[in-house]
């Protein structure tokens, strides 16, 4: 995929990489610096652990200001 092409070329530009990742998170968690895999099949429940992950990412980013 793009995003797996992608992901080596981070390092080289200084930037840190984390991946939401469902399933077995296939080859892109190899590949990310922090990789963050909801372990289902459902792409529902996946979707919804997702936007639950993103939200309290921004909020700790939000409240540490």
């Given at each position: 995929?793009?995003?797996?092409?992608?992901?080596?070329?981070?390092?080289?530009?200084?930037a840190l990489t984390v991946a939401l990742?469902?399933?077995?998170?296939?080859?892109?968690?190899?590949?990310?610096?922090?990789?963050?895999?909801?372990?289902?099949?459902?792409?529902?429940t996946i979707q919804e652990a997702h936007?639950?992950?993103?939200?309290?990412m921004v909020e700790g980013v939000e409240?540490?200001?």
């Amino acid at each position: 995929t793009v995003i797996a092409a992608s992901l080596p070329a981070a390092p080289g530009r200084g930037a840190l990489t984390v991946a939401l990742l469902g399933r077995t998170g296939g080859l892109c968690r190899e590949l990310a610096d922090y990789s963050i895999v909801v372990p289902d099949d459902a792409s529902e429940t996946i979707q919804e652990a997702h936007q639950l992950l993103v939200h309290l990412m921004v909020e700790g980013v939000e409240s540490s200001r």
